[in-house]
Nanobody
Framework: VQFVESGGGLVQAGGSLRLSCTAS????????MGWFRQAPGQEREAVSC????????YTADFVKGRLTISNDSANKTVHLQMNNLKPEDTAVYYCVADPYAYCTSTFTPALADFDYWGQGTQVTVSS
């Protein structure tokens, strides 16, 4: 299982970024995909994920209304569109995948729910 993450960078508060994670070496449609993030000095936390079987999603309350996760199965890519970014969104964002993870709005995914992790991409939001 391999990922190529892209789209991170430096943006001013209120700006937008689109993170992308392109998969290889596995059948994309069989895996739930998502994103976690880790800010300096903070624990890693779930941001959003999407279930492979039925498309159900989880989105953290701290980004709800500002972020959309989507799958592009044809290109084996999961996107994370982030709008109205805030300085507190500054973190390393990690793409994750797992064939058994289930994403739902009522349950916060744990780190252990995802077996496969990307290298991470830095997002920095300046005030």
């Amino acid at each position: 299982v391999q990922f190529v993450e892209s789209g991170g960078g430096l943006v001013q508060a209120g700006g937008s970024l689109r993170l992308s994670c392109t998969a290889s070496e596995f059948t994309f449609d069989d895996y739930s995909m998502g994103w976690f993030r880790q800010a300096p000095g903070q624990e890693r936390e779930a941001v959003s994920c999407i279930t492979s079987t039925d498309g159900s999603t989880y989105t953290a309350d701290f980004v709800k209304g500002r972020l959309t996760i989507s799958n592009d199965s044809a290109n084996k890519t999961v996107h994370l569109q982030m709008n109205n970014l805030k300085p507190e969104d500054t973190a390393v964002y990690y793409c994750v995948a797992d064939p058994y993870a289930y994403c739902t709005s009522t349950f916060t995914p744990a780190l252990a729910d995802f077996d496969y992790w990307g290298q991470g991409t830095q997002v920095t939001v300046s005030s």
